[in-house]
């Protein structure tokens, strides 16, 4: 991606068995690769190293790390994998899953992109894949290196039309989204959210307000992190005091506070609802699953063991994979709880906008927007 464009109740939320693997590169689970599905066991290793929110963050790095175990399934391919808890763990975990003799490193993240960039130029024989990024240089530049695939989405177009349902769905005419940090990879949602708000505002003559982004500024609401959950509650309370009753977390293990947050609320006699990203939330937040409405969907998993698998069949190649509403590569999630409650125009309005945007007839931009 561009760089241009670019508790309490938590406990029940804390990300369970996260393990210390800081520069370790040992797996979650099993890393030995020995192929549990029908596949054939291979000699091809492909490794993953998360960003700081780790491999249970029920969010885009739990997403990879699926792919990768289905890989493994699917494919037989053996599998290593490293957990960063800090930015100063990426490089010593890309290094430790070289050293380890991985034909394939997938790193997870905008955050590791200057990371993979370093190591790709060192090991040119090695294969790396970068999720939501592109490769760059020391002073956050995208760099092409024939040995580096992107694998971008476009969120922004499935934002557009939670925006949509956000604003058709809110009782108090108030809605808000907010990041962990101000990168492209957060501000895509952001950006789509608040467009997809402002159509509906259009088609429908009223005035839905939306806090903690401003399209045009581009300046919002972040905690500056993915981790600390505490910040997420905190911030959609202040949210919900001002009114909102729909919130967009766009910041991986953070939003488990905006869960927390709105469970509470609801229990003092409000109505408050979330949006979740990356994965589908009611399904990875069970317990919460009655107050997510529904969730912006990047299928990275898919995209993940695809690339695997053109990689072990030696088709690798370094043009950017791009999710898009088409490919289905990005998406709006069931409404599982909420299917009753939302009403059937509002279903058929949403259907219409998403088929509006794979023809081309509206076009969802955004300044952080793969390339």
């Known amino acids: 991606m561009s760089t241009s464009k670019r508790f309490m109740q938590l406990g029940a939320l804390a990300v369970a068995g996260v393990l210390a693997l800081a520069a370790c590169g040992q797996a979650p689970g099993d890393d030995k690769g020995s192929g549990t599905g029908s596949a054939a066991a291979s000699n091809f290793k492909a490794c993953m190293v998360s960003d700081s929110g780790g491999f249970n963050?029920?969010?885009?790095?739990?997403?990879?790390?699926?792919?990768?175990?289905?890989?493994e399934s699917d494919l037989g391919v053996k599998i290593a994998t490293a957990e960063s808890k800090q930015e100063s763990d990426f490089a010593p975990n890309i290094a430790n899953m070289e050293q380890q003799n991985c034909n394939l490193i997938i790193t997870v993240g905008f955050l590791l992109a200057t990371a993979t960039g370093d190591a790709a130029k060192q090991h040119s024989d090695t294969k790396f894949a970068i999720v939501d990024s592109t490769a760059q240089d020391a002073n956050g530049k995208t760099i092409t290196l024939d040995n580096v695939k992107p694998i971008s989405f476009d969120t922004a177009q499935a934002a557009y039309l939670a925006?949509?349902?956000?604003?058709?769905?809110?009782?108090?005419?108030?809605?808000?989204?907010?990041?962990?940090?101000?990168?492209?990879?957060?501000?895509?949602?952001?950006?789509?959210?608040?467009?997809?708000?402002?159509?509906?505002?259009?088609?429908?003559?009223?005035?839905v307000k939306v806090l903690g982004w401003d399209v045009k500024k581009q300046n919002g609401s972040f905690t500056g992190d993915f981790e600390d959950q505490s910040k997420g509650?905190?911030?959609?309370?202040?949210?919900?005091?001002?009114?909102?009753?729909?919130?967009?977390?766009?910041?991986?293990?953070?939003?488990?506070?905006t869960?927390?947050?709105?469970?509470?609320?609801?229990?003092?006699?409000?109505?408050?609802?979330?949006?979740?990203v990356d994965s589908d939330g009611a399904v990875a937040n069970p317990d919460?699953?009655?107050?997510?409405?529904?969730?912006?969907?990047?299928?990275?998993?898919?995209?993940?063991?695809?690339?695997?698998?053109?990689?072990?069949?030696?088709?690798?190649?370094?043009?950017?994979?791009?999710?898009?509403?088409?490919?289905?590569?990005?998406?709006?999630?069931?409404?599982?709880?909420?299917?009753s409650k939302v009403p059937q125009d509002l279903k058929d309005k949403i259907t219409q906008l998403q088929q509006d945007i794979i023809s081309g007839k509206i076009k969802v931009e955004s300044k952080s927007s793969p390339e």
Request: avoid cysteine.
């Open 259 to 276: 869960l927390a947050a709105a469970k509470d609320a609801n229990s003092d006699g409000k109505d408050v609802s979330v949006i979740w």
């Open 288 to 339: 919460y699953a009655s107050i997510i409405l529904s969730s912006v969907v990047k299928e990275i998993g898919a995209a993940v063991e695809d690339v695997i698998k053109t990689t072990k069949g030696g088709s690798f190649s370094n043009d950017p994979y791009v999710g898009t509403l088409e490919n289905k590569g990005v998406g709006l999630a069931p409404f599982h709880d909420f299917d």
């Open 233 to 257: 509650q905190q911030l959609t309370q202040t949210f919900i005091s001002q009114g909102a009753d729909i919130i967009l977390p766009v910041a991986g293990p953070v939003g488990a506070g």
């Open 57 to 71: 963050d029920k969010s885009f790095n739990e997403s990879g790390y699926d792919g990768l175990k289905k890989a």
């Open 163 to 207: 925006g949509y349902l956000a604003a058709g769905m809110t009782k108090t005419g108030t809605v808000a989204t907010y990041g962990g940090i101000q990168i492209p990879t957060v501000t895509i949602f952001m950006d789509g959210f608040a467009d997809g708000v402002a159509k509906y505002n259009e088609d429908n003559g009223k005035s």
